[in-house]
């Protein structure tokens, strides 16, 4: 019986190979139709993984920079800056601050914003920003106030000559006062080559 019946068909195949063949013709179409359908897929797949990969990058920076220069290179602890200050040779700048104070907010826009800070602050000096206290009570020379900006030179020693305007709060700085914040910058990084300058010599 099975083979008459493969008999039967070859003759049915004969009779309409017109019509088998171009069955077998939308069948490929077909197929490659589908082929296509699974490739566009898995290319906009690669794309979207691409896409929250990058975004996970950037929310990593931004998390780091908590709004004060996304630009900016950002270290994540107050002992990795000092590492690196003393590595680099660059001052760290360590600014301590709170997401919820309207303070620190309205200074954090206007550091931002600031071009000449924002310069500064990438190519000539390590970065610290904080929303934690240490335990180095050195960084607070006349109390534990937000928002506080202080300077640490290489050799570790933090710079209480450098501050604001202010005489109850030595190291706050308003939005207002970015200018200033910008000549202290200038005065950290100009004072410390002055004192390495003056060691050489020796």
């Excluded at 566009?40 to 979207?48: D, E, G, M, P, W």
């Excluded at 000449?116 to 050195?138: C, G, P, W, Y």
């Excluded at 990084?189 to 004192?195: F, N, P, S």
Aim: aromatic share 8%; net charge negative.
């Amino acid at each position: 019986m099975p083979n008459i019946a493969y008999n039967v068909a070859i003759a049915f195949d004969l009779e309409r190979g017109t019509v088998n063949l171009l069955h077998l013709f939308h069948s490929r179409k077909h197929n490659t139709i589908i082929m296509q359908h699974w490739m566009i897929c898995a290319l906009l797949l690669f794309l979207v993984f691409c896409d929250v990969s990058a975004q996970r990058k950037k929310k990593t920076v931004q998390t780091l920079s908590r709004g004060w220069g996304d630009d900016i290179t950002w270290v994540q602890t107050y002992e990795e800056g000092l590492s690196k200050a003393v590595e680099s040779k660059k001052p760290l700048m360590i600014i301590h601050h709170l997401e919820d104070c309207p303070h620190s907010k309205g200074l954090k826009k206007a550091f931002a914003e600031h071009q000449t800070i924002q310069r500064l602050a990438k190519s000539d000096f390590i970065m610290l920003n904080l929303v934690h206290e240490t335990t180095d009570t050195n960084l607070a020379p006349d109390g534990f106030y937000v928002p506080r900006i202080l300077f640490v030179d290489p050799s570790l020693t933090v710079r209480a000559d450098i501050a604001g305007k202010y005489a109850n709060r030595m190291y706050t700085y308003e939005p207002s006062d970015v200018d200033f914040l910008a000549e202290n910058m200038m005065k950290a990084k100009i004072l410390l080559k002055d004192e390495h300058e003056d060691h050489d010599d020796l």
